[in-house]
Structures are given as structure tokens and as C-alpha cells.
């Protein structure tokens, strides 16, 4: 079985570009997660969706974050304009719903905003 | 934001001795995970504790958690070469219903 597939693996760009990742959870779980790595550092949460619904965005920058899980499935990540304290690494997980569930990460997309 | 802090932030040990690693979450949890991650590659769950449960085993992982302390501890025995990589905790946060990660420790295995 796939495991959570994220793309691109890596992505440079010009600040003040726009930048979308793509992610495509294990099938059947409803939860996905976006988190967001800086290096060194913990993942740190951005959004978590239940099926299509975002059920917690609080920690999205909405400015120039914005993210979309269409028929609760994959999910797409964007980032317009990127600026160049956005250079991380894009971590997507998912899970089966419920409290004692494991997390399921993709390798994740690494942005380099030049 | 981080939830949870870790320590050390880097333990390095010889091959064949243990290593234990702390975390400190702030909230109530439901449950609280250990996750490894190699360097440049995504997390990999390695083992949940629920919040009823005082130790937990799994292989040569051993887990802790104190939710009086808000605090658990990852101890892995007889250390391999292999398991150079950050290891970092995650609380399951009752209510909010999401996993917030620690700040991670980073162990260097010697062979």
C-alpha cells in the first residue's frame, strides 16, 4: 500500500512567487495534516482537516496561506506570495480519525525562497 | 507554535548503551507519541502512550508518561548505529483534537 505521497520533493523559488504543494493521503484516512519544519525545529501545525472540512486553520497564516482538500482526498498547500522566511520543509500526514491513531507522514517538500 | 519541549536538544552515546530522552507538553492530552525522523526524510511513528497508561514497551523502546509531571520519556536500550536520528514527541491534545510536536533531540549513535 502507497504511503502519503507529497510533490514536488523540492522547490526554489522567487520571493514573492507563488508556491502550491500537493499531497495524497493513505486511502481511507479522513484526517490529513499540513505542518510546517523549519530546520532544527519540531513540526509545527498549520491545518488539519476531517474529510473536506478544515477543522482547525487557527495556525495558518490566511494572508498568503490558504489550503484546499477537495472530496476529502488529496489536499493542495499554497502559499501566495512566498516571502523568504517561508523557506522550510512542508510536512503532509495523515490518519484514521480518532484520539488513538497513529500519524502517517509524507517525505515532505523542501522550499527554498531565493 | 510548539507544544512540548525536549531534552537534551543532541545526546550522543557509544553503540550498546541506552539513551533516554525527555519531553515536557503544556496542555491536557489524550494520548502522547514518539516519532523518528532520518535525516531529510518525513516522521515515522514509533510508539503511543495513552493518557491512562504509565509505561508502555515495544521492542527496545520503553516509554514513560507522568501526566501529573505533564512529562514522558523515551528510553531505547542497547543502541544501534541505525538509530542516529531526532526523535520527537507528540501530544495528542485533548479537546482540540490535534498532535503537537516537541522541539525534538537529535541522537548521534558511535559505533
Known amino acids: 500500500e502507497a504511503g502519503v505521497v507529497q510533490s514536488p520533493r523540492y522547490k526554489i523559488i522567487e520571493k514573492k512567487q507563488p508556491v502550491a504543494f500537493w499531497c495524497n493521503p493513505i486511502?481511507?484516512?479522513?484526517?490529513l495534516y499540513w505542518y510546517l519544519q523549519n530546520l532544527g525545529q519540531g513540526p509545527e501545525l498549520l491545518i488539519r482537516?476531517?474529510?473536506?472540512?478544515?477543522?482547525?486553520d487557527s495556525q495558518l497564516p490566511k494572508d498568503r496561506f490558504s489550503a484546499e482538500r477537495l472530496k476529502g482526498v488529496d489536499s493542495t498547500l499554497k502559499i501566495q506570495p512566498a516571502e523568504l522566511g517561508d523557506s522550510a520543509v512542508y510536512l503532509c500526514a495523515s490518519s484514521l480519525f480518532g484520539e488513538n491513531t497513529e500519524a502517517f507522514f509524507g517525505q515532505g517538500t523542501r522550499l527554498t525562497v531565493v | 507554535s510548539q507544544q512540548g519541549e525536549e531534552d537534551p536538544q543532541a545526546l550522543s552515546i557509544q553503540e550498546g548503551e541506552n539513551a533516554t530522552m525527555n519531553c515536557s507538553y503544556k496542555t491536557s492530552i489524550n494520548n502522547l507519541q514518539w516519532y523518528r525522523q532520518n535525516s531529510g526524510r518525513g516522521l515515522v511513528h514509533l510508539i503511543l502512550?495513552?493518557?491512562?497508561?504509565r509505561e508502555k514497551h515495544s521492542g527496545r523502546l520503553r516509554v514513560t508518561l507522568d501526566t501529573s509531571k505533564k512529562s514522558s520519556s523515551l528510553l531505547i536500550t542497547a543502541s544501534r548505529a541505525a538509530d542516529t536520528a531526532s526523535y520527537f514527541c507528540?501530544?495528542?491534545?485533548?479537546?482540540?483534537?490535534?498532535?503537537?510536536f516537541g522541539t525534538g533531540t537529535r541522537l548521534t549513535v558511535i559505533p
Open positions: 482537516y476531517e474529510n473536506e472540512e478544515a477543522v482547525d
Open positions: 507528540a501530544a495528542y491534545q485533548t479537546g482540540a483534537n490535534n498532535l503537537f
Open positions: 502512550i495513552r493518557s491512562n497508561e
Open positions: 486511502s481511507g484516512h479522513n484526517t
